[in-house]
């Protein structure tokens, strides 16, 4: 053992995740998506909203790289400004939930006794609720806004952090070197973000890298409902549905959005796997 | 429990049924980080009827020897590399995965270490016990759960005979290692392979255990092989010691031989690190006292000296009073401490002995106030302890702490040693500068026998008792006077345990540091302590000097204590 | 046991009203009313529709009144289906969302299990990477897409389904494979993490010491530990399979009650919703203790627990 040779688990883990090919081959997939939606608006010659009448439903060719559609706007454009759409609500409302599931986790697991089953139980009752629905009714009721939107995703979503947050709590905070930290005279906002915190953050990348690809499903359900967000703008779901309807007559209408989608999806979960078993070196063994 | 003294016997030398011969076996690992060999050449026999003590420290290799027997390793990440594993004329080795299911259970039995995570928790006992002699068609169902209920009558499990459809949660641990017992003694194999069997149990269980399987075994004519981490409780019952160290068989004699004239260094120190009740050394020899590990040279023998600790003129330093300590639990609050009282003297080390479950882990900590405690009185230096307080609350955790049994779980993972050992000093304002701090950090890893080259590195980069050794400098950095340690050598090695053993009791010398020295093992518990107080039921059932406990016990559990130890285990002499 | 149901019961009241109070003031709070789309209405004819239903009184009446109507099991009259009850429409619609929700979990199960088994078995070769990169792919392929893709390759092209409607057996096949495949997935990466977990345990090495063949150890020792992660989220799939089968629902213009759910609530048929609502929830509360009592059923431990 050389002094040089020590590494953090941090380092540790990105060894690990470096190799797990499937999980390197995601985040490049990832980064490329990334990078086309940020840039593909702004590269391409027409804008996402620019109708051309005389060249409607046109397969992929030189001037239109991924087709037209029915008015016909370039799905070049359409695709990657919506992938910006999508993109944006999957990690705003994953940030939502993670900062709400995380914190009501954290507190409700740390204090634990009777506020910790009330808290609990509560979460219990919302679990309950046909969040799907109740998603739905807002957005029909107070209308189609992307900041309630993704506000209503984030705290559907909150539960299951909250819960894997709360029991991740309760494991650590039985553990002896917690124990320790209170026996040496720490204060509990010490013990809470010095100790508890960097320890639960495993788990916590690991099911918020997997909560992106469900936000981003639930959105393009909506989407697919009329409920997303409203044309001329697009989202890989609103765009999936338009080109649903018109399969027979522009295939490429449903090709292109939903291979971005189905891409992003398959690489987040495959991501989310990799760090799984890269921040915890016990599940790598499967 | 008597010590049965071997018996020497001289089978013939042919190839007979129940006669296991391993020849230059050899397993390696193939893990991320390299090939690790774990069996490295081993030649090892049983005959029939013999029962064999296979002892080794973790990493030996003595349980891969054990399980590739039975090809039960998993392949990968183990490879067996080379050798032969005769059994009556057949190389178990070299067998068809059928023909190797026709043999175990049914020629060769199995029971292992843990029996809480052994026994399927969906299927009833009964039935478990019963399906060994369904597999191998030896019974149909009905007749095989007969036969089941005989055998478990035999082991004591009663309650499987009164209530046929209980499940394994319903029994204790003892109960269940007995249910493992009949389990595999139900087909009446010839050979039956022990893997640490009792080593997850209480002592005084341990005992019963240990005997019925000696008892069964015999009556049988079941050879054993035994594996054992405790050379002494391998001396209870077998009739030839094999030792192993690193992959290889060091040594292997008859039992008699091997306590009484050990040839190996290694073995020599295997015998002496041990505390034994019988013996009052200051220091214990180890390993690295009879060899160097990495040279495999044999050391001179340090001398020991023996104890002068004059306990009536120190004052008092922890008061306790009554205590009760309760946990709620869903069929009302369960007693965990039930009116416990101690006095521990400064300077000295009060010793807390008792089986799990006894309460002395609750006590400990509702001492540092880690546990809320429900009546009674905790008087430090006379004073009762407050939180209520900052101040208060400040002072009393810069001079009390603790060490816990894992030091795996005790150091936070993602703080490196310098990280964790400077932080109390922050809280508690020590140290006039960062660089004050850094120099008082690197002292201290030098008093627990670390150098300043460890400052930057993670516990997961460290071995065992090398964290047990940051554990107590990090409750060293407070500069308390007194401090818990909870089973902190439990998880040991006895050659690493001694070494923890001998650094804390330097580190009261020259600190004149208090412990209140928490365990299970009545041996370590006298080597370390002055007095001992001995706790049942959370209650102290006995309390006195070390050596006074020990000769005249004068309660029936604390005998009882006593006697479950293994005779090696309490004296040194044993044999000679 | 029977300590046990009850209690849970008898807990599902305040759930059932918590949710109940919040879907009433939600939809009451909202802008537009379930008269006001129509401008063809006439004011006075608007009034006399609203003092029908009860519209012009007070708010927190008309929430006491509907408290009271729902403690009777009156889920009151749909707005926008003049003369049909709620539980009416309830009625007719939701055994078309149950026919669906049933076979794709059939489906889902028959194609999961198998899979996820086979898959921890054979760790690592082809048959653990094949189905476990397939069902990697039927996560990532949302309902919306595969319906329409299954539709132009079994109905457009092939013939052989109708693309749409909910007549017979025939038009079963391509919605609740859309929806089950999904879900087998799940089903399927479940099964083998479950089984990876229990094929580790101590137990099941005891099995093989005591001589038991693969195929007993599989089917005896580690199976029914291995199920219990699909048993728990059993409950949950189920609801999901439900209430969220209104996309598939629309894709194949199926009349089911997730459409019928998705209309009501673009209407603003207020009673509709509410009554819709509560009666999911009630359907989540019941499966997720039929999960619960299955759990038992086959765990010996939770069986002692309750």
């Known amino acids: 053992m050389s002094v040089e040779k020590s590494s953090s688990l941090g380092k540790d883990a990105w060894l690990r995740l470096r190799a797990n090919r499937m999980a390197m081959i995601s985040l490049f997939i990832l980064m490329g998506i990334i990078l086309v939606s940020l840039i593909g608006p702004a590269i391409s010659p027409y804008a996402y909203d620019q109708q051309n009448l005389d060249r409607v439903f046109e397969g992929p060719g030189k001037d239109h790289i991924f087709g037209t559609d029915n008015l016909g706007r370039d799905l070049f454009a359409r695709t990657t400004y919506g992938g910006r759409i999508s993109l944006a609500v999957g990690l705003l409302a994953t940030l939502v939930s993670l900062v709400i599931g995380v914190s009501y986790g954290m507190f409700s697991g740390y204090t634990g006794g009777r506020v910790d089953a009330w808290m609990m139980r509560a979460v219990d009752v919302l679990y309950a609720l046909p969040f799907t629905i109740f998603v739905i009714l807002l957005m029909v009721i107070f209308g189609r806004n992307f900041l309630l939107l993704f506000l209503a995703i984030g705290a559907v979503e909150w539960l299951t952090m909250a819960r894997i947050t709360r029991a991740q709590t309760m494991n650590l905070k039985r553990s002896e070197f917690i124990e320790a930290a209170r026996a040496l005279g720490y204060s509990h906002g010490r013990i809470l973000f010095r100790h508890l915190l960097p320890n639960l953050i495993g788990p916590i990348i690991v099911y918020a890298t997997l909560t992106v690809p469900a936000v981003m499903l639930l959105e393009a359900v909506l989407s697919f409902l009329g409920l997303g967000v409203q044309a001329p703008m697009s989202s890989w779901g609103s765009l999936i549905k338009e080109g649903a309807e018109k ?40 | 429990m008597a010590c049965v003294m071997p018996s020497i016997q001289n089978p013939p030398k042919i190839k007979a049924m129940g006669n296991l011969d391993i020849q230059n076996l050899k397993v390696s690992f193939h893990t991320r980080e390299g090939i690790i060999h774990a069996v490295d050449g081993v030649d090892l026999s049983i005959k029939p009827g013999e029962i064999i003590g296979l002892v080794g420290e973790s990493g030996s290799g003595k349980s891969v020897t054990c399980n590739s027997i039975l090809q039960l390793l998993p392949t990968p990440p183990a490879q067996i590399e080379g050798g032969t594993i005769d059994w009556s004329g057949k190389d178990l080795l070299r067998q068809h995965d059928e023909k190797m299911r026709g043999i175990r259970g049914k020629e060769i039995s199995m029971i292992f270490q843990d029996p809480m995570s052994c026994l399927n928790p969906y299927l009833s006992v009964l039935d478990q016990v019963a399906e060994p002699l369904v597999i191998h068609g030896m019974a149909s169902p009905t007749n095989a759960r007969k036969q089941a209920c005989e055998m478990l009558a035999r082991v004591g499990v009663q309650r499987v005979v009164d209530h046929p459809h209980a499940y394994p949660h319903e029994f204790s641990g003892g109960m269940r290692q007995r249910a493992m017992i009949a389990m595999a003694l139900v087909t009446k194999p010839s050979l039956l392979l022990a893997d640490e069997p009792t080593t997850a149990l209480d002592v005084t269980v341990q005992a019963k255990v240990l005997n019925i399987l000696k008892e069964l075994c ?341 005998r009882k204590l006593i006697n479950s130890i293994p005779l090696a285990n309490r004296s040194s002499d044993f044999g000679l | ?123 690592n070769t082809w048959l653990d990477y094949l189905p476990m990169s397939l069902s990697m792919a039927g996560i990532c392929l949302p309902t919306f897409v595969l319906g329409p893709l299954l539709i132009y390759i079994f109905s457009t092209q092939l013939g052989l389904f109708p693309p749409l409607g909910w007549y017979g057996p025939a038009d079963w096949v391509l919605p609740s494979f859309t929806l089950g495949l999904f879900y087998a997935a799940y089903v399927a990466r479940l099964t083998r993490a479950g089984m990876l977990e229990t094929l580790q345990q101590d137990y099941v090495r005891t099995a093989r010491a005591k001589g038991a063949s693969p195929w007993q150890v599989v089917t005896k020792h580690a199976l029914r530990g291995g199920l219990l992660p699909v048993v728990t989220y059993l409950g949950p799939a189920f609801a999901g399979l439900i209430s969220g089968s209104f996309i598939i629902e629309s894709i194949f213009f199926i009349p089911g009650l997730g459409k019928f759910f998705v209309t009501a609530a673009f209407n603003r048929d207020y009673t509709m919703v509410l009554g819709t609502v509560l009666f999911y929830a009630a359907l989540i509360i019941l499966l997720n203790l039929l999960v619960d009592l299955l759990q038992a059923w086959l765990d010996p431990k939770a069986r002692q627990a309750q």
């Not at chain 2, 209520?388 to 702490?401: A, L, P, V, W, Y």
């Not at chain 2, 090398?466 to 400098?473: D, F, K, L, S, T």
């Not at chain 2, 407070?478 to 090695?493: K, L, N, R, W, Y």
Request: glycine share 8%; with cysteine.
């Open chain 2, 218 to 558: 015999t009556d049988l004519g079941v050879s054993v092989l035994f594996v054992s981490h405790d050379l002494g409780l391998v001396a209870e019952l077998a009739d030839r010691v094999v030792v192993m160290y690193r992959g290889k068989v060091v040594e292997q004699n008859d039992t008699r031989s091997i306590f009484s004239n050990p040839q190996h260094p290694y073995v020599k120190a295997l015998i002496a690190c041990r505390p034994t009740l019988e013996s009052n050394p200051v220091h214990l020899p180890t390993v690295e006292d009879f060899m160097n590990p990495k040279t495999g040279k044999c050391q001179a023998l340090k001398k020991l000296e023996s104890p002068s600790l004059n306990l009536d003129s120190q004052e008092t330093l922890l008061e306790v009073q009554d205590l009760v300590v309760e946990f709620p639990t869903e069929d009302g609050p369960v007693r965990a401490v039930d009116g416990a009282s101690l006095t521990i003297r400064k300077g000295s080390t009060h010793g807390l002995v008792g089986e799990s479950g006894s309460g002395k882990t609750t006590l400990g900590r509702s001492i540092l106030q880690l546990t809320k405690v429900n009546s009674g009185k905790i008087l430090y230096q006379g004073n009762a302890i407050s939180l209520e307080n900052i101040q208060d609350r400040t002072r009393f955790r810069k001079s009390m702490q603790i060490i816990f049994q894992d030091p795996y779980a005790s150091l936070n993972p993602r703080l490196t040693v310098e990280q964790a050992l400077l932080e109390p000093m922050k809280v508690h304002g020590l140290g006039k500068s960062r660089k004050d701090r850094i120099d008082r950090v690197v002292k201290l890893l030098e008093e627990v026998g670390l150098g300043e080259e460890y400052l930057h590195r993670y516990p997961h980069e460290f071995s065992g008792g090398q964290r047990q050794r940051i554990c107590v400098a990090r409750a060293l950095t407070t500069e308390p006077e007194f401090i818990v340690c909870d089973e902190c050598v439990s998880a040991m090695d006895v050659s690493v345990q001694a070494q923890v053993l001998n650094l804390l009791r330097s580190l009261q010398a020259s600190r004149n540091l208090t412990y209140l020295f928490i365990s299970h093992d009545l041996g370590v518990v006298k080597f370390m302590s002055d007095e001992i107080s001995v706790m049942q039921n959370g209650k102290i059932v006995e309390n006195g000097l070390a050596e006074d406990l020990y000769r005249n016990p004068k309660s029936s559990y604390t």
């Open chain 3, 1 to 123: 046991m029977k300590k046990f149901v009850l209690s849970r019961v008898l807990q599902a009241i305040p759930t059932l009203w918590v949710i109940a109070t919040l879907t009433f003031f939600m939809t009451r709070f909202a802008p537009g009313g379930p008269f006001d789309a129509e401008k063809a209405i006439p004011q006075e004819i608007k009034v006399k529709l609203e003092s029908h239903f009860g519209l012009d009184r007070p708010l927190f009446d008309q929430y006491l009144l509907y408290l009271k109507n729902l403690l009777r099991g009156d889920l009151g009259p749909s707005f926008k289906y003049p003369g049909w009850e709620v539980s009416e429409l309830i009625a007719t619609a939701f055994p078309v969302s149950l026919t669906l929700g049933v076979l794709s979990l059939g489906i889902a199960l028959l194609i999961g299990i198998p899979a996820g088994i086979i898959a921890a078995l054979r760790k």
């Open chain 1, 247 to 286: 399969m027979d007559a522009a295939p490429w209408l449903l090709f292109f959005p939903g291979m971005f989608f189905c891409l992003s999806l398959f690489a987040l979960n495959f991501l989310g796997d990799g760090l799984r078993d890269a921040l915890d070196p016990k599940s790598s063994k499967d």
